[in-house]
Nanobody
Framework: QVKLVESGGGSVQAGGSLRLSCAAS?????MAWFRQAPGKEREGVAR????????SVVDSVKGRFTISQDNAKKTMYLQMTSLQPEDTAMYYC?????????????????WGQGTQVTVSS
């Protein structure tokens, strides 16, 4: 069983930065960040192979968001810079125990409770 706890959300003005954290209990193979804006589907943002540090980010955030991890702390981070109003969403941490090639939410077995990110113009 894996438990995920996110932190670090908040409200910023456009152009600002935030860092999200996700602490995991239990062993994971892949950890990822998803986000869901009101009225929209949940979408993948970034993912990382827990022990291999192989990471991916989606095109819409490339160059602005960076995913990283501290294996000793079992914590994943999402550094978000140059935030824009369209980045406003609930951000969720997700994990899977054996695969890391998908952006589909249903391919992730474990989810955190979410942390709100609000970017004002």
């Amino acid at each position: 069983q894996v438990k995920l706890v996110e932190s670090g959300g908040g409200s910023v003005q456009a152009g600002g930065s935030l860092r999200l954290s996700c602490a995991a209990s239990g062993n994971t193979f892949c950890m990822a960040w998803f986000r869901q804006a009101p009225g929209k589907e949940r979408e993948g943002v970034a993912r990382i192979v827990t022990r291999g540090a192989i990471s991916s980010v989606v095109d819409s955030v490339k160059g602005r968001f960076t995913i990283s991890q501290d294996n000793a702390k079992k914590t994943m981070y999402l550094q978000m810079t140059s935030l824009q109003p369209e980045d406003t969403a609930m951000y969720y941490c997700a994990a899977d125990t054996y695969r890391c090639g998908s952006w589909l939410p249903h391919n992730f077995n474990y989810w955190g409770q979410g942390t709100q990110v609000t970017v004002s113009s």
